[in-house]
């Protein structure tokens, strides 16, 4: 079957860095995906990988390795906003969302 | 510039009523649009996507159903709704695969609050 895995919630420091991993098992691979949702509103997207390697996006950094199943989102200089929860997901053979349980990040002061 | 709009974005009905959720998608033509469900703490299920007008992929059997009346509107339904069918709906489209350079990424409406009682 296909699957994804991520930890069901995480705590951080305002200020800090935050890694946010996520593990797959899919029937083939069209890329990764993370989006970030807060509390009772839609999930925005956040970063897409199809090659190995790093993405980064200002204080957003989204790394895949294929070979492993396996991607984090890392988050710096965290920020009371970026409390929310991470949504992995990844696009299978026939161009299809699997989807994770999402993580829900808590930020501390 | 694209953007996706649904509605209504909250409604409380009871056990039985019919229901009427509508999506529509502005600044693209031909999307591949989509409708979720997100029961509380739990992940995305996806309930249809469609690749075009009138054409609906269910992947759920349930009693709901979608419709795709026009190339840029999806409308998601059910004849009598129960218990089970409280969550949170939200619709989403992408481009037709290998249209996007960014992997058919999938963008989401304001999504719907939905209360059976």
């Known amino acids: 079957g296909q699957n994804i895995d991520q930890p069901t919630e995480m705590t951080a420091t305002e200020g800090a860095i935050v890694q946010i991993n996520c593990t797959y098992q899919t029937s083939g691979f069209n890329g990764l995906f993370w989006y970030q949702q807060h509390a009772g509103e839609a999930p925005t997207f956040l970063s897409y990988n199809v090659l190995d390697g790093l993405e980064e996006k200002g204080r957003f950094s989204s790394f895949l390795s294929r070979s492993k199943g396996y991607s984090y989102l890392l988050l710096k200089e965290l920020q009371m906003k970026d409390s929310a929860s991470y949504l992995c997901?990844?696009?299978?053979?026939?161009?299809?969302?699997?989807w994770g349980a999402g993580t829900k990040l808590i930020i501390k002061p | 510039s694209q953007t996706i709009h649904q509605w209504p974005a909250t409604l409380v009905q009871p056990v039985g009523s019919p229901l009427s959720l509508e999506c529509t998608v502005e600044g693209t033509s031909n999307p591949n649009l989509y409708w979720y469900r997100q029961a509380a703490g739990r992940g995305l299920q996806l309930l249809f996507y469609?690749?075009?007008?009138?054409?609906i992929s269910s992947e759920v059997p349930q009693n709901l159903s979608a419709s795709r009346p026009q190339d840029r509107q999806f409308i998601l339904s059910s004849k009598k709704l129960l218990l089970s069918d409280s969550g949170f709906y939200l619709c989403?489209?992408?481009?037709?695969?290998?249209?996007?350079?960014?992997?058919?990424?999938?963008?989401f409406g304001e999504g719907s609050w939905l209360t059976v009682v």
């Open positions: 989403a489209w992408s481009a037709t695969p290998g249209t996007d350079g960014a992997g058919n990424t999938i963008y």
């Open positions: 469609s690749v075009g007008i009138g054409q």
């Open positions: 997901a990844v696009m299978d053979s026939n161009y299809q969302l699997i």
